[in-house]
């Protein structure tokens, strides 16, 4: 380019057309595969007063899904609806045991471990005392295998109601897949 040339740039009623025209083209395509996106994908929030992942908004994927150790999942199960005064509720946690790990679990704590690996500590089990719900299978102190079917799903701070006191969830409670935002 020569000294002292500038290159054209879009005049003012230019970038005003151009932007028009995406906005017309993205409204007819949002007419169209909007539902569709709105079918598979969502964004959740946490309910919880104090969340259980370091996350409290999350990208879902609806759909069956074959969870893997720290995937975060959306589920629902009915034993988590106190937290919502009887309402159903899904929630978003962390997969901290599929079918066949094991998981020893002692008064106040507990570990995961895979099918031959060594066990991993998880965390406290400090909520026991205030864990009276009838309704609630809470785990006892013992060690494990996860069965078939089944998942372990925890959060990862100190407070979560989670897995470690309602038990396992059956996978077809579980209904997508979750990303933290």
Not at 28 to 40: N, T
Not at 66 to 86: A, C, M, Q, W, Y
Request: with cysteine.
């Amino acid at each position: 380019m020569p000294a002292g040339c500038k290159p054209a740039g879009l005049t003012l009623k230019s970038k005003f057309v151009l932007i028009m025209g995406m906005g017309a083209v993205a409204l007819f395509f949002g007419m169209f595969l909007g539902p569709g996106i709105a079918m598979h994908y969502g964004i959740s929030m946490d309910p919880q007063y104090q969340s259980c992942l370091p996350w409290s908004n999350f990208l879902v994927q609806y759909g069956q899904t074959d969870p893997k150790p720290g995937e975060l999942v959306l589920f629902h199960d009915r034993k988590i609806d106190i937290i919502s005064g009887g309402k159903r509720i899904e929630v978003v946690k962390m997969v901290a045991g599929v079918p066949g790990d094991r998981v020893k679990i002692t008064p106040d704590r507990i570990w995961i471990a895979g099918p031959s690996g060594p066990y991993r500590y998880w965390g406290k089990r400090w909520l026991m005392p205030w864990v009276h719900y009838r309704h609630l299978k809470v785990l006892p102190p013992e060690t494990m295998t996860i069965p078939k079917g089944k998942y372990l799903l925890m959060g990862v701070t100190p407070g979560s109601y989670d897995g470690r006191y309602w038990g396992l969830v059956p996978a077809k409670n579980i209904t997508g897949r979750a990303w933290a935002l």
